[in-house]
């Protein structure tokens, strides 16, 4: 079956940095769009980036655009989230998702978009 396993999660203060990974098997990766998405406590899960399964577009959240960056290596089975500049407010468990997609160009921004979901990995940035 799918899994998504996400790692790299962790205690960082505020304007460092962290890099998140999420490690896909049961699916041919290289034919599914990912995404991130996060949910601080008290609060709905949101989206943060997303990457066609080409490689060639990606999208951000306002919040987060210019600070963070997704990637992919097909080869691994792997998407990554590089978090730089990280806030208190980027404080949450971040969760990966996939969606498979005929057309290598294709992304998607919306939670109900995506078929499969990882455990979540925690993120606490302090001040």
């Known amino acids: 079956q799918v899994q998504l396993v996400e790692s790299g999660g962790g205690l960082v203060q505020a304007g460092g940095s962290l890099r998140l990974s999420c490690a896909a098997s049961?699916?041919?990766?290289?034919?599914?769009?990912m995404g991130w998405f996060r949910q601080a406590p008290g609060k709905e899960r949101e989206f943060v980036a997303a990457i066609s399964w080409s490689g060639g577009n990606t999208d951000y959240a306002d919040a987060v655009k210019g600070r963070f960056t997704i990637s992919r290596d097909n080869a691994k089975n792997t998407v990554y989230l590089q978090m730089n500049s990280l806030k208190p407010e980027d404080t949450a468990v971040y969760y990966c998702?996939?969606?498979?997609?005929?057309?290598?160009?294709?992304?998607?921004?919306?939670?109900?978009?995506?078929?499969?979901w990882g455990q979540g990995t925690q993120v606490t940035v302090s001040s």
């Open positions: 049961g699916l041919t990766f290289s034919t599914y769009a």
């Open positions: 998702a996939s969606r498979r997609s005929y057309i290598g160009s294709f992304l998607y921004i919306r939670i109900h978009d995506y078929d499969y």
